[in-house]
């Protein structure tokens, strides 16, 4: 009962009611979707220490920011993309499921 709950409250209410596709696609989700606010987070605190460095003055060079700056969207755009391509797999399954079911 425990462990139905958890999965309720981390994936989602109809969890319990997928397939076991859907599911271990939901669980994916959830795992990127942590990491996705993780690297937001990391953008976040760059961007306010970047806005307390104007000018480059700061512990970073220009140069160092810009990499930095980079490898933070980079990571956080990858986990998007891959979050969206699991969310389209998840839908297709869902009209399939929905096609094939009697009127």
């Not at 937001?40 to 990499?67: I, K, R, V």
């Not at 399939?96 to 079911?101: C, D, E, H, P, T």
Request: some cysteine.
């Amino acid at each position: 009962k425990e462990l139905e709950q958890f999965q309720e409250m981390r994936y989602g209410r109809d969890y319990l009611f997928l397939c076991s596709e859907q599911r271990q696609l939901k669980e994916q989700m959830a795992d990127l979707h942590d990491q996705i606010d993780f690297w937001a987070s990391q953008m976040e605190q760059y961007d306010h220490m970047s806005d307390n460095t104007s000018g480059g003055e700061g512990p970073m060079l220009p140069l160092e920011e810009y990499e930095v700056h980079q490898e933070i969207h980079f990571e956080h755009n990858t986990r998007v993309e891959a979050y969206n391509e699991l969310v389209a797999r998840f839908n297709r399954i869902n009209q399939q499921q929905q096609s094939a079911a009697p009127s």
